[in-house]
């Protein structure tokens, strides 16, 4: 249920930016014989033309629907290009479009905090950019006013066609505004010229909403498509959420949005107000009742977070109708193939961000033969992440039988697997002076600052939980080695079996009254210490949590 937040004490400026039929937008920048023709991307399967994701507004004048299958399509709009998602392992390969949308985060994250919301949508907070704007250049004191941000839409002001950008000048530049529509008109020239940038420099186009609020953003942000945007003052709140259905608001779109509709009797987010805080709070405890009562008024205190990365890394695929799984063999052959992605993106993650994933998770969707009303689910189940694709693999197995269990006892057969996904989550940045220490051996022979390596030859990097392995931190220091190693750096599977069977063992004893990690290889290793360059092994962290981690990083690879 969702929960209300303090809200900031200081106006924000906050920008709701999504990327305009994205999937085609990329194909058309890949093939440029697409620009202005009727276009849809589908992903494909052998059921009447595969699925539509994305309709180009040419085609969308036709009549095709994102609902529409690609056969369908053909029929509304004989002269549409159909184009096919990438496949790679016998499913959609979105890796063009991800990156296609880092091209944009990372032009946008230029002007202020940045958190990325989906592949094709960002949230800027510009407050700070905002305010800059207006004590040194401040749009009613500046000669002209850039030309995009004067096709802006702001609600409630007259939009006749002649004078409308004569209009939007006037509200940009009124020197009576409030602050809060000073601080919002200066926000809507930085994401005009954001928009134009992001046009020149990757050719896509983008929609936006400017707000006080995430929120706000959110939800005006498509209201004017393609390549417009649109600014919410804070007078006009009000009577545009008045007759906004409450379905369309975020976190309404479920069981409390029907809730309040059978309940209460509410239809718009406008109905909401006749209700108090604490009538709210009755029906939907002290927490979701306050978030209602706020959510009614427009008021959100929700931040925008900085990041620029996903929080977790996901693979899923659907199997629907005939092509459910009805067998483990079939299972497990899907699993591989959705383990081994999952692993390739885990591993560039953590090569090149420096990121290490902790818990891998299994999702799936399951029926019971002659039980089509079946209402029990099948279970996820999540266990720490072991790096390398054959132990992913590994784990999911046991992950989806442990559920498949769960969900039908010891039974066999009789059971349809319609839907499997693995997730690599709890994300965190490896702290900073451990980077080097995926390449903490360096043998004799091994030639690891050139290697560049698979997912298979990367350290196991499961969280411990033995209370018997802990490190008591001193300040120390590693001189730094020359070497320099692209994308990250890693460890091969070569030199992690080359200390296997020299007396490590499998149960590590305590070790006090040190941080460095050479002294801990130094008590079973003492003959290879010194003939090893450990560069970046000594951790330099202030702390226990910091020591933990570098140990936890090399046990693993050892075990």
Request: hydrophobic share 35%; charged share 25%; net charge neutral.
């Amino acid at each position: 249920m969702p929960v209300a937040r303090p809200e900031p004490q200081e106006p924000r400026v906050i920008a709701h930016l999504d990327l305009d039929c994205f999937y085609v937008q990329v194909e058309q920048r890949r093939n440029p014989a697409l620009k202005g023709q009727p276009t849809a991307v589908v992903q494909y399967n052998d059921w009447k033309g595969g699925g539509l994701i994305a309709v180009s507004y040419e085609a969308r004048k036709f009549g095709v629907k994102r609902s529409m299958r690609g056969d369908e399509a053909k029929n509304v709009c004989p002269g549409i290009n159909l184009v096919q998602v990438p496949v790679s392992r016998d499913k959609a390969d979105l890796n063009v479009y991800r990156n296609a949308g880092s091209e944009v985060v990372a032009i946008l994250s230029t002007k202020g905090k940045c958190e990325r919301a989906s592949m094709d949508e960002v949230y800027l907070d510009l407050t700070d950019a905002a305010k800059e704007m207006l004590l040194e250049s401040p749009p009613e004191s500046s000669e002209s006013i850039f030309d995009e941000a004067t096709k802006s839409n702001i609600l409630d002001l007259p939009s006749d066609v002649g004078e409308r950008e004569e209009n939007v000048k006037a509200w940009l530049c009124r020197a009576d505004a409030n602050y809060q529509d000073k601080l919002l008109a200066c926000g809507a020239i930085l994401v005009a010229q954001l928009r134009v940038k992001v046009l020149e420099e990757t050719q896509f186009t983008c929609s936006a909403g400017i707000a006080h609020n995430k929120m706000l953003a959110k939800l005006v942000s498509g209201m004017h498509k393609p390549a417009q945007q649109t600014v919410v003052p804070s007078s006009s709140v009000q009577d545009f959420l008045a007759s906004l259905p409450v379905k369309k608001m975020k976190q309404l779109g479920g069981k409390l949005g029907s809730s309040l509709q059978g309940d209460l009797g509410v239809e718009t987010v406008g109905d909401l107000l006749g209700f108090t805080e604490e009538k709210l709070q009755e029906y939907y405890g002290v927490n979701t009742g306050t978030w209602l009562w706020k959510t009614a008024r427009g008021i959100s205190g929700e931040e925008v977070e900085d990041r620029l990365l996903p929080k977790s890394h996901g693979c899923g695929k659907t199997f629907p109708g005939p092509k459910a799984l009805k067998n483990h063999s079939s299972v497990k052959s899907w699993l591989d193939k959705l383990c081994e992605e999952l692993s390739e993106r885990i591993q560039s993650d953590l090569s090149c961000n420096k990121r290490v994933a902790q818990t891998l998770t299994l999702h799936a969707r399951a029926s019971k033969e002659n039980e089509s009303n079946s209402v029990k689910k099948f279970p996820s189940k999540s266990c720490p992440l072991r790096y390398g694709t054959g132990k992913i693999q590994e784990d999911a197995m046991k992950l989806f039988e442990s559920g498949l269990h769960d969900f039908w006892g010891s039974r066999n057969a009789g059971w349809s697997i319609t839907s499997l996904s693995v997730t690599a989550s709890k994300i965190f940045d490896i702290p900073s002076g451990t980077n080097s220490i995926l390449k903490y051996i360096k043998g004799p022979s091994s030639d690891a600052s050139s290697a560049i390596l698979d997912s298979s030859s990367t350290p196991e990097l499961t969280p411990l939980v033995d209370n018997n392995l802990y490190m008591t931190p001193v300040h120390e220091q590693c001189e730094p080695s020359s070497i320099n190693e692209e994308c990250g750096n890693s460890i091969s599977a070569k030199q992690c079996r080359s200390i296997e069977g020299k007396g490590v063992p499998k149960k590590l004893s305590k070790v006090q009254g040190t941080g460095s990690i050479l002294k801990f290889l130094s008590q079973s290793q003492p003959a290879q210490h010194e003939k090893r360059n450990f560069d970046g092994l000594i951790c330099s962290h202030q702390g226990s949590v910091g020591c933990f981690i570098c140990l936890r990083i090399l046990i693993n690879c050892i075990l």
